[in-house]
């Protein structure tokens, strides 16, 4: 079948959803969706209905002509989901869902308050949090993450300009903070807030977050999400060049890349392994690695590639790149079916 365009998949998504009994929200950032999608999009939708979200997302990518390359949990409530289309390299967008709002496995919004507190946007024709809802979401995630001020504080005047004093006494209840600070000083000084040491001081007395931490290291050993090319090379330039351009067309379906040059000697199966599970896209020249018979076929090679192909023609060159991200694209979606889906 064709595949779907991204922005049809994009629009499509959020009333599949819908159509199956999950309401979802978008969480932050969605007033250029879907002409412009710079980065993952995060969305909430009902804690007790987060288990459905996985399958139901690879039923609407295969009906889409889509693939769910990558899923990577990386919260207690949170799946990171890469998908891409089967046609067109250039269509792949990223799914953040999330049930209740968690940092280091303790919960700070429920998700409950955020689908409660969702508006449909008639010209997008998705749903978004209503200003109270989103204020609460950008200070605790900006404390979560530790992030400078300035860096949210535009969305944040933003967001208070036409607030009364209901709303902000409401938002100021949604805070898993509210007693440490009064709706009135809290907006006062919102950038005092995200500064604020109480909600490290939190994480770092609750004795869950250490146990979460270890189950999700655990989990990644288990299910290691990084994906690692090996691919075979005429020459050390053309091995370079080969990975050079697959490095450019595959970076967004792994968090990080790793290029190893044919001159990186020493490379040791710890950094591969490392690199497998912090969901790492590996690209290495055959026999770079040697791989002992006690380490798992898990953190091996998950794709071979010839790359004698490449030669003077620079369309022919570019079409098999193309060729080879779309296998890719099959491979990973293979194996994220059978480690996730049991397909």
């Known amino acids: 079948m064709e595949s779907l365009k991204q922005e049809e998949f994009f629009n499509g998504y959020w009333s599949y959803l819908e159509a199956h009994g999950i309401p979802s929200v978008i969480l932050h950032s969605w007033q250029e969706y879907p002409d412009h999608i710079a980065s993952d999009v995060d969305y909430c939708v009902p804690q007790q209905q987060l288990h ?5 997302l690879n039923d609407y990518c295969k009906q889409s002509g889509w693939l769910l390359c990558q899923i990577f949990q990386h919260e207690k409530s949170a ?7 089967k046609s067109a390299v250039g269509d ?3 799914l953040d869902v999330c049930g209740d709002y968690t940092v280091r496995g303790i919960r700070q919004v429920p998700s409950q308050i955020f689908i409660e507190n969702r508006t449909f946007n008639e010209e997008k024709q998705f749903w978004v949090l209503n200003h109270d809802a989103e204020l609460a979401y950008v200070l605790t995630k900006a404390a979560a993450k530790k992030k400078k001020p300035e860096e949210v504080m535009g969305r944040v005047q933003e967001l208070l300009v036409g607030m009364d004093d209901a709303a902000r006494t409401r938002m100021a209840g949604f805070l898993p903070q509210q007693k440490c600070l009064s709706p009135a000083a809290l907006l006062d000084d919102p950038a005092g807030y995200i500064l604020s040491s109480d909600w490290s001081q939190q994480i770092g007395r609750a004795s869950g977050s250490s146990w979460f931490e270890l189950a999700r290291k655990l989990r990644r050993v288990m299910q290691p999400t990084g994906f690692h090319i090996e691919i075979s090379a005429a020459s050390d330039p053309e091995y370079m060049r080969t990975a050079e351009m697959l490095e450019r067309a ?7 890349t790793w290029v190893i040059a044919p001159g ?3 490379v040791s199966c710890k950094d591969l392994v490392l690199a497998k599970i912090k969901s790492t896209l590996i690209l290495s020249r055959a026999g770079t690695a040697v791989w002992p018979a006690v380490v798992p076929r898990r953190f ?8 004698s192909v490449l030669g003077p023609d620079q369309e022919i060159a570019r079409q ?14 293979g194996r994220t079916c059978r480690r996730w889906l049991n397909q």
């Open 92 to 94: 792949l967008i990223m």
């Open 52 to 56: 459905r979200i996985i399958p139901l």
């Open 320 to 333: 098999w790149i193309l060729d080879q991200v779309l296998a890719v694209r099959e491979r990973m979606a």
């Open 79 to 85: 799946y990171f989901c890469v998908c891409a289309s």
């Open 250 to 256: 595959l970076h967004d379906t792994c968090r990080n």
């Open 264 to 266: 990186d000697h020493g």
């Open 300 to 307: 091996g090679v998950d794709l071979k590639i010839e790359g």
